[in-house]
């Protein structure tokens, strides 16, 4: 090899390393060969021009390469015949306690590819994925959710896990993943005060989705129909079943087995002895009793009685009108 | 023995229920007023009692005007903490009870003070003398329109006698229990107001101090509702028996068409529960003195 075609080699290879450095500082939009073309027309039709590999390498702690697409409010693509936005608002993930967590995280399943090629027509192996990352950092309490009746691989004797078990408080529905009640982009860091007092507020909206009957029977006095009423001191949901380790109250680890009443009542309550504790039934039970009660079943019978008369009077009434 | 949960169920049911009776009662002894021509006579002919002494002072006005709102906020603030009607009020309205009762406990005091240790002490006026009690029946069969009038032996009736002197062991046993409800450590002594009322005592023969709490919180529940019973027959009662008195007690003295004392005092107020002696008549006479 001569000095000359030595000098031209060098020369080339600076080249080459000099380029493939500066698409690691610069904006991959300078570098991109072809523009993805999914965006959908306004008729719903999606217009996909080309698939390729990605021709630059995303920064390992940003997201200036995702956000490149997905901060358009325009990018939309069809799952299972519907329209679906595929924005990212990064204002909420600023804010959010991931705010410096790359997307893939999180979406770790990410091929790397534009389109996402392994994102599967509904979507929803990839929203799974995602739901179910958090374990990768959250072990501790991914550990607990394993253990919990929420769990898709079930409690020891359920077959089918992936359901609530027949006779449990939620048979036959899907059981969360850590996504389902934490959400995806704008989950807040516990540290903030006003973001943890607004998911205090939303226990019903959030384990209503699956216990509803539960739901709607959390109207006892001190308890339910406060925390209804919005009053921050009243518990939310998990404040007495657990966050991530929920178990029916007939497991000995359940923070709502009798056993256990206790030390669960204790949290809030300085003294909580037996027959303290004996109000645990009302929590969830307060129509039950209502409707045991003689006095109130009387009631009852009565205004359905009078309420009739009132109907025939009132149907009475509309006839001879008419 | 019946559990607290069904205790506190039944109370809810039991009173609410007496609440709506009590109600229509007063409304048809309302209209009962108005069949035997009482309220006729005194809504239109304006004949009320007529009070011994001289009017009213203003200091007293003003202890009962403020002593009603406080005992209004503390009955709606009271029934929101049990049954929130709106969002995001408990910690508001928690805060009007504390103002509330601390202004109800502040004019206890000097009610009891002003009956007495003052120099206008009206304790006498309470006292439920031999008499009264013998002519309680003639004032219930007034009431029930029996009788066309009561016998008026004092400033206040035997019933209203019970019902004032009542008020006085239930604002103390309400002030009690409520006070047993806060549980927040009071500093320097590192206890609350629960441990140190009945934490000790009741908590002790209960098994915990929550559950003395638990007792506490239905005993001040259920007194709630006899205030509520009793203040709305004494509002019933003031505007259909004294409706000049009611209107003076709110500043409206004003608006009473018959400011004097001349105007008569209608046939339903015995004097004295006797009869007027027989006076000879006044005959001019014509012999030069």
């Known amino acids: 090899m001569t000095l000359r075609s030595a000098c031209y080699a060098t020369m080339l290879t600076a080249a080459l390393v000099l380029s493939a450095a500066s698409y690691a500082v610069a904006a991959p939009t300078t570098s991109i060969t072809a523009t993805p073309s999914l965006v959908t027309t306004t008729t719903g039709s999606t217009k996909l021009k080309v698939t390729y590999d990605l021709s630059w390498t995303l920064p390992s702690a940003g997201k200036s390469g995702c956000t490149v697409c997905h901060d358009d409010r325009d990018l939309q693509r069809i799952q299972a015949g519907k329209i679906v936005s595929l924005y990212v608002n990064t204002d909420v993930l600023k804010s959010s306690a991931h705010k410096d967590v790359p997307c893939t995280g999180c979406h770790t399943d990410f091929a790397f590819k534009v389109p996402h090629a392994n994102v599967s027509t509904t979507g929803e192996e990839w929203r799974q994925t995602a739901k179910l990352s958090c374990k990768n950092c959250h072990a501790a309490a991914f550990a607990d959710y394993s253990a919990s009746s929420h769990s898709p691989t079930g409690l020891p004797g359920q077959t089918k896990g992936a359901l609530g078990a027949p006779g449990s408080s939620a048979p036959g529905i899907a059981k969360p993943l850590c996504g389902d009640c934490h959400g995806g982009h704008s989950i807040a860091a516990s540290n903030n005060v006003e973001a943890m007092a607004q998911l205090h507020s939303t226990g019903l909206e959030m384990c209503g989705k699956c216990h509803a009957r539960d739901t709607d029977n959390y109207a006892d006095y001190y308890h339910g129909a406060a925390y209804r009423r919005g009053a921050p001191d009243a518990p939310a949901c998990w404040d007495c079943h657990g966050a991530h380790k929920e178990l029916p109250s007939t497991d000995r680890q359940s923070m709502v087995y009798k056993d256990k009443l206790y030390d669960t009542c204790h949290k809030c309550h300085t003294d909580p002895g037996d027959g303290y504790i004996g109000y645990a039934e009302f929590v969830h039970g307060k129509s039950d009793v209502l409707k045991a009660n003689p006095a109130y079943t009387v009631l009852t019978s009565v205004k359905t009685t009078v309420m009739g008369w009132v109907e025939k009077f009132r149907s009475v009434f509309r006839k001879s009108s008419s | ?289």
């Not at chain 2, 006085?168 to 229990?177: E, M, N, R, S, W």
């Open chain 2, 1 to 289: 023995m019946i559990g607290l949960v069904q205790l506190n169920v039944w109370i809810d049911i039991v009173f609410t229920v007496l609440y709506v009776v009590i109600v229509v009662a007063l409304s048809g002894h309302f209209l009962g007023n108005i069949l035997t021509g009482r309220a006729k006579r005194r809504f239109v002919g304006w004949e009320w009692p007529q009070h011994e002494g001289g009017p009213i002072p203003v200091a007293p006005k003003i202890m009962h005007f403020q002593h009603v709102a406080a005992m209004i906020a503390l009955g709606v603030s009271g029934m929101y903490i049990r049954f929130p009607f709106f969002n995001g009020g408990r910690t508001a309205m928690r805060w009007v009870h504390y103002v509330a009762m601390t202004i109800v406990v502040v004019n206890l005091v000097m009610r009891l003070w002003y009956a007495f240790g003052s120099t206008r002490r009206d304790y006498r006026e309470f006292a439920i003398t031999k008499r009264d009690i013998t002519t309680a029946p003639k004032v219930i069969l007034y009431y029930i329109f029996v009788k066309p009038s009561k016998p008026h032996l004092g400033k206040y009736n035997v019933m209203q006698k019970m019902t004032y002197i009542l008020f006085v062991p239930l604002l103390i046993v309400q002030a009690f229990t409520g006070l047993a409800l806060i549980v927040a450590k009071m500093p320097y002594v590192n206890a609350s107001p629960r441990d140190l009322l009945v934490g000790w005592w009741l908590g002790a023969m209960l098994g915990s101090t929550d559950m003395a709490g638990w007792w506490a919180r239905t005993a001040h529940y259920l007194i709630n509702w006899l205030f509520i019973v009793l203040t709305t027959i004494h509002v019933y009662l003031s505007v259909t028996e004294d409706f000049p008195a009611f209107m003076d007690f709110f500043g409206l003295s004003f608006l009473n068409p018959a400011h004097d004392d001349d105007h008569g005092h209608g046939e339903d107020h015995d004097e004295h529960g006797a009869p007027e002696p027989e006076v000879a008549p006044v005959i001019a006479s014509t012999e030069p003195l």
